[in-house]
């Protein structure tokens, strides 16, 4: 027997308990694994709550990510005692997931866990870094240079915002972050490698159609107003990673800041991202991220305590990423 959160619903009320499950009780799937860590990410504040429609199965065993050890395997690619890392392809959403001590799993899902890492970094960085990772190197690919300005991060305090800032200033851009909670996160965001930290009040205005020039480019968590009118304020020729919308997914923008001012908008998908630009992504981030970050950022909870979490996440209440100890 193994504890996991189990989701189930009653009058379309979402309820989230800790349960003990059996290996039969899992899903089919090639490779058996021991979960050591999982984390917390919006979309499973999103799955735990009921706020969002992310599950339509039920009972339901949430976490979009975990890192842990294979105890057996189908798949000749995976051997009994291989670490292992999963983010994304619908685990956690319509496949059973990350917040229980087994996971059953697809070995295609899986990447092998790289150098210099283990369980715990893994799921500190988990899916919010992974997805930081993936929006820089977006950046990096559309040739945004240090030289060429200030870089924006919204939803600043967040696990992708707080990853990205982290990683963008160690890349050597200029990088100023946006925040909805200065007073409380500012230092942290200093900390962390932002040069000037700006109150979200600023951006979560009705957009004008162009702005002053401000951003060189920019990584958005957040989407709606912020988003659109950051946008407007792009420099000449920036480019634009977004991946969120923990403000809404309305874009009320126009079409002036890319048909007057170049401007690109590079969407960012880390669920299906492809194996080899997912395991590339891994080794960046692994590299790049500093111990500082894990140590000023990241904090540790019980399979218990997610609920409560989840809560909290979805009101914006959690700073940096939050680890799950199996
Ligand atoms: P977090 O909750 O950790 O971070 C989101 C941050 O956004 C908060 O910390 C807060 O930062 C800000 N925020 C929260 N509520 C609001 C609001 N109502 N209006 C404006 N800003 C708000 O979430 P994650 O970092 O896990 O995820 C961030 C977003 O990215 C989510 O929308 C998530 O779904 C998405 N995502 C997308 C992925 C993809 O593959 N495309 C993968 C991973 C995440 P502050 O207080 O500093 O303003």
Not at 128 to 157: F, H, R
Not at 285 to 309: G, K
Request: charged letters at 20%; hydrophobic letters at 40%.
């Amino acid at each position: 027997m193994f504890n996991a959160l189990v989701l189930t619903q009653e009058n379309k009320q979402t309820f989230a308990s800790v349960t003990q499950l059996q290996e039969s009780d899992l899903p089919q799937g090639e490779v058996l694994v021991e979960v050591e860590c999982s984390s917390l990410n919006y979309k499973d504040g999103l799955a735990v709550t009921g706020l969002g429609k992310i599950i339509r199965n039920f009972p339901m065993v949430p976490g979009i990510d975990f890192a842990g050890r294979v105890i057996e395997s189908q798949d000749e690619r995976y051997q009994a005692g291989d670490q292992v890392i999963l983010t994304g392809w619908g685990v956690g959403e319509n496949h059973w997931g990350g917040l229980a001590q087994k996971a059953r799993v697809k070995a295609d899902w899986l990447v092998p866990m790289p150098q210099h890492c283990d369980a715990a970094k893994a799921m500190q960085i988990g899916t919010a870094g992974l997805t930081a990772m993936l929006c820089v190197q977006a950046l990096q690919n559309a040739n945004v240079q240090p030289s060429d300005g200030d870089i924006l991060v919204t939803g600043a305090s967040g696990g992708v915002g707080s990853v990205a800032v982290t990683l963008l200033n160690k890349l050597g851009y200029t990088v100023v972050a946006s925040s909805g909670r200065v007073s409380q996160n500012g230092d942290l965001l200093k900390r962390l490698g932002a040069a000037e930290v700006i109150d979200r009040s600023e951006l979560d205005i009705d957009a004008r159609p162009l702005d002053k020039q401000r951003w060189a480019g920019m990584v958005d968590t957040v989407g709606n107003k912020v988003l659109a009118t950051a946008l407007s304020q792009m420099k000449y020729g920036g480019s634009a990673a977004i991946c969120g919308l923990a403000g809404g997914f309305a874009l009320p923008t126009t079409v002036m800041p890319f048909i007057l001012r170049n401007v690109s908008l590079l969407g960012i998908d880390s669920v299906s991202c492809p194996f080899e630009k997912r395991r590339a992504a891994w080794n960046d981030v692994i590299s790049l991220l500093p111990e500082t970050y894990y140590q000023q950022a990241c904090e540790t909870i019980s399979l218990e305590q997610v609920p409560e979490f989840a809560q909290r996440i979805i009101k914006g209440e959690v700073t940096g990423r939050v680890l799950v100890k199996l």
